[in-house]
C-alpha cells in the first residue's frame, strides 16, 4: 500500500509565497513522473507542474516563471514553491505519483492541500 500526504498550504496574501510537500510513503520502491494538479469547484483538475525522475520538468503556462517543482528521491518527496501568487491560484492543490511496488507501476493520488490567496 502506498500513501501520498501533502502539506504546506494555507492562506496568503497576493504577491506572497507557499512551498507544497508530497511525501509518498509505504511500499514505495521508486518513482517515475511527480505531479502537481489543482482543482477548483467547478472547474476541470489543471495540471501544474511535472517533474520526471531524471528531474526534466514541464508547466503550465499559467505558472511558468512563478512556480517552481523540485523532487527528492531519496525521500519520495516532490515539492512545489509558489512564488507571486496571485487570487486565480487559489485551489485545492493535489499531487500524483506514478509509484513502482512490488505489484507494478500505478498512479497514485494524495488527499489534496488548500491554497487561498486573498487580493
Known amino acids: 500500500q502506498v500513501q501520498l500526504v501533502e502539506s504546506g498550504g494555507g492562506l496568503v496574501q497576493a504577491g506572497g509565497s507557499l512551498r507544497l510537500s508530497c511525501a509518498a510513503s509505504g511500499s514505495v520502491f521508486s518513482i517515475n513522473d511527480m505531479t502537481w494538479y489543482r482543482q477548483t469547484p467547478g472547474k476541470q483538475r489543471e495540471l501544474v507542474a511535472t517533474i520526471t525522475k531524471q528531474w526534466s520538468t514541464n508547466y503550465a503556462e499559467a505558472v511558468k516563471g512563478r512556480f517552481t517543482i523540485s523532487r527528492d528521491n531519496a525521500k519520495n518527496t516532490v515539492y512545489l514553491e509558489m512564488n507571486d501568487l496571485k487570487p486565480d491560484d487559489t485551489a485545492v492543490y493535489l499531487c500524483?505519483?506514478?509509484?513502482?511496488?512490488?505489484?507494478?507501476?500505478?498512479?497514485?493520488w494524495g488527499q489534496g492541500t488548500q491554497v487561498t490567496v486573498s487580493s
Open positions: 500524483n505519483a506514478d509509484v513502482v511496488t512490488y505489484l507494478g507501476t500505478r498512479g497514485y
